[in-house]
Every structure is written in C-alpha cells, then in structure tokens.
C-alpha cells in the first residue's frame, strides 16, 4: 500500500525512491519502486507507475501519467496532459557507447544528453522507443511499439519501425474521418480540424 497522501495530497509507495531534490506536485501519485531523480520536476496531479524512471533535471507537466516502467532519461521534456505507455522509453543519447575509442568507460563528461520533447495531451504507446531530440507534436498518438526518428507532427497517428504518418487523431485520440476539402472530423466529439500543407490545426 502507498503511503498516507501529505498535506498536499502527493502520495508516495514505500518503495518508491524519490530524490530529496526533486519537485513533486500536490497531488500526484508515485507507485511501488518508481525512480524520481534528483532536480525532476512532476507537475500535479500526475501518476508514476510501478517501476517507471524519471532522470535528472527531467521536467514533466500537470496531469500525466508515466505507466508501469516507463523510461523518461533527462533531460525530456513532456507537457501537460501526456500519457507514456508500459515499458516505452524516451532515449537521450544519439551516439550511445559505453567506452571511448580507446576502451575506457565512459563517464557523463564524455558525452551529451540530448532529449525527448512531448507536446501536451500526446500519448506514447506501450513499448514505442522515441530516440533523442525528436519532438512529439501536441495531441500526437505513438502507436505501440513505433520507434519513433524523426519529428512528429501535432494531431498526427504514427506507426511503425521507423515511425510514419498514417492518418490523424483528435484530442480524443480517435482516427479522424475526412470529410474532403483538407477538412477531418472526429467521430467521438465531431471536434473538426483542416488539414494545410501536411499540418492539421484545430478548426
């Protein structure tokens, strides 16, 4: 059982190990053996589940959920409202070794973090790898199991290895139906949205 929420209504599993540095925001959620390091910025309400890695200096926005494992290294940066699925990772090395070209182990002063940046209300699917610095667009959908290489655009359905552009969702996170004309409707909440140039903007 996590423990008793705070004041603040934050409630953190016994086994949870949250960094003292860290920032975590009222009423958010940390389960059973989750990892929040030290300078991470949770905003509120979020829910880390079993398991899940927060790096150093990682800033994660209000109302997010980081499923079971799921691996954000720093320095990512995900809005407000994202949802990351069981076992995806956000990456941060382009060119990953663990010893330089003379075989000695690398230390974090031989090389650069670069990160993974999450728009808000995008979701990634269970399993899906997003490889640093891509940017996952606003109300993206990341089907499960994508490898994700090259920007992602808002409103876009990715799929795939590597990941490619099959259609659109709403903020539902439906596929939207053409109407024609460049115009998409989505089939839940008949929210209409046009499509220029390759983009889609809400109407």
């Known amino acids: 059982m996590p423990e008793a929420p705070t004041r603040d209504g934050v409630t953190v599993a ?10 975590i925001g009222a009423g958010t959620r940390i389960w059973h053996l989750a990892q929040i390091r030290e300078n991470a910025s949770l905003g509120r309400d979020c829910n880390i589940g079993r398991g899940a890695y927060v790096g150093p ?24 409202g994202v949802f ?14 663990a010893v330089t070209p003379d075989g000695r182990l690398k230390s974090g002063a ?31 959908l990341v089907a499960a199991g994508a490898v994700v290489t090259k920007d992602v655009a808002d409103f876009a359905l990715v799929v795939g290895v590597p990941a490619r552009r099959i259609g659109w969702v709403g ?33």
Do not use: F, M
């Open 110 to 140: 031989d090389w650069t973090a670069v990160g993974v940046t999450i728009g808000d209300g995008a979701a990634i699917g269970a399993r899906a790898v997003c490889v640093a610095p891509v940017v996952v667009g606003r109300w993206a």
């Open 84 to 97: 990351v699925g069981p076992a995806a990772v956000l990456t941060n090395d382009e060119y990953p070794r």
């Open 57 to 80: 200096g990682v800033v994660v926005g209000d109302n997010v959920k980081l499923q079971n494992h799921a691996l954000v290294y720093e320095p990512a940066r995900l809005g407000d």
């Open 14 to 23: 016994p086994t949870a190990d949250v960094d003292a540095r860290a920032e």
């Open 171 to 203: 903020r539902a996170g439906r596929p939207l139906v053409a109407k024609g004309d460049g115009a998409w409707v989505c089939p839940e909440t008949g929210a209409e949205y046009t499509e220029t140039e390759g983009r889609l903007t809400e109407s």
